[in-house]
């Protein structure tokens, strides 16, 4: 088992799901660094999105998935390597994070270790399962809180209070072809799930990363509201029993095609 990622890859892969920021785990090299207050650490994790599709069916259907196991506090996936490493001084409620920074050479170190493997994994992936008449699609699945916080609205301070159940980004047009993104939207809005196109995100570093290769590539933020208790930290059953068929489902007419 490697100690980054979960990897689960099918025979013949036919489409690409990355999850950069379920991972809970914290590495013994990162813990010097940061706080003991664990409810902090907590905050932003993309709680148990990977429970939101049901995995043994993508991949049986041909879909490449991999999860990354350690925190994003400790290495945000989503970040450039030069940003990534303890990147989240505080978290979005503003509580701080990190209590000491590590030298450059520590610092390179763990970026090599933790970040570098990620992106090579995508990359092979991508670059492997090219066809000279298919386009690769990609999604980067993620969750997001039901409202902004003070650190959300100062980084956009335009963005509504309310947020959808679902934010669809594609660097504004720049990461895949305009069918690709309102194949989703229109996906979601009919199967119940309120998405809104680049509101209030419009894609994050592994969005950027991969939109010069030869994939069409989207962000999904799933709304947390619409799946777990964002208070307790729980998950809702009968609400991911709702959720899970869904996604699913947007995968496999997506991805497989």
């Known amino acids: 088992m490697d100690p980054i990622f979960s990897s689960y890859i099918p025979t013949n892969i036919k489409g690409l799901i990355s999850i950069p920021h379920a991972g809970e785990a914290f590495p013994e090299e990162f813990l010097p660094y940061l706080t003991k207050d664990k409810r902090a650490l907590a905050e932003d994790v993309d709680f148990a999105v990977d429970q939101l599709i049901d995995i043994e069916k993508l991949v049986n259907a041909g879909i490449a998935i991999i999860v990354a196991k350690v925190h994003r506090t400790c290495l945000d996936l989503n970040r450039p390597p030069e940003k990534a490493c303890l990147n989240w001084k505080e978290n979005t409620q503003g509580v701080p994070l990190v209590m000491q920074e590590p030298n450059s050479d520590t610092t390179q170190k763990l970026t090599e270790k933790y970040h570098t493997p990620y992106y090579n994994k995508l990359t092979e992936i991508i670059h492997n399962n090219q066809q000279t008449n298919r386009i690769f699609p990609v ?13 959300h609205l100062k980084l956009n301070p335009q963005q509504k209070t309310v947020r959808p159940d679902a934010c669809i980004s594609d660097l ?3 990461s895949c072809s305009a069918d690709y993104i309102d194949e989703v939207v229109e996906f979601l809005n009919s199967n119940g799930v309120k998405a809104a196109k680049n509101d209030p995100y419009f894609g994050g570093y592994l969005t950027q990363f991969m939109a010069p290769l030869p994939c069409n590539n989207i962000q999904i933020e799933i709304n947390r509201h619409i799946y777990m208790d964002e208070k307790n930290r729980t998950l809702i059953p009968e609400k991911v029993a709702q959720v899970q068929p869904i996604f699913t489902r947007l995968a496999l007419q997506l991805l497989t095609r």
């Open 139 to 151: 999604i980067d699945l993620h969750s997001m809180p039901s409202r902004p916080t003070a650190h």
């Open 172 to 174: 504004k047009g720049k």
